[in-house]
């Protein structure tokens, strides 16, 4: 792993600052100080209705990484638009979500803004054959910044990546 040593899921609050506000909601103030839009180098679109995204919400702490990973994957499409699409990166699935993770009680790591999800309907959870996993382009991009990929575990989540460990 080249990149940064990201922190486990059980140390999220205390590397990324703790997004819960009142009343169960997420903290405005934690979301203005921390969240940034990280711009794409492609054009990317919503995968539930094909509008424009302007942006991609994350947490400042791994703005700089994620750039680097889309930068990584922009030059091994060698800066195609139709190998983009082909890949499936430019359907983008996600980021800054304040929820809990999928059956459980604790925040997911998109509540933090360190996750990211792309192309849900050909990676979609629990999918046994991901598409991303015959796409060794966006897997060596992501994995260089040591993001951990949701294809890799046990009930396989191909759409996802978090800048944390499991």
């Known amino acids: 792993m080249r ?94 979500s304040f929820r809990l993770m999928r059956g459980a009680n604790a925040l997911s790591a998109h509540a933090f803004g360190c996750a990211v999800d792309f192309d849900p309907a050909r990676n979609g959870f629990g999918d046994p054959k991901p598409n991303f996993a015959a796409v060794p382009q966006v897997l060596r991009a992501f994995e260089e910044e040591g993001w951990t990929w949701g294809g890799n575990w046990k009930t396989r989540d191909g759409m996802h990546w978090q800048a944390a460990r499991v």
């Open 3 to 96: 990149g940064k040593a990201w922190p486990r899921q059980s140390e999220l609050s205390a590397f990324y600052g703790s997004p819960h506000g009142r009343n169960g909601l997420s903290s405005p103030s934690w979301e203005r100080e921390n969240l940034v839009i990280l711009p794409s180098p492609w054009a990317l679109e919503t995968s539930w209705n094909g509008q424009a995204v302007r942006g991609i919400r994350i947490h400042r702490l791994c703005a700089e990484s994620l750039a680097s990973v889309l930068e990584s994957i922009w030059r091994a499409a060698s800066g195609d638009e139709s190998k983009i699409r082909g890949w499936g990166m430019h359907l983008f699935g996600g980021s800054y």
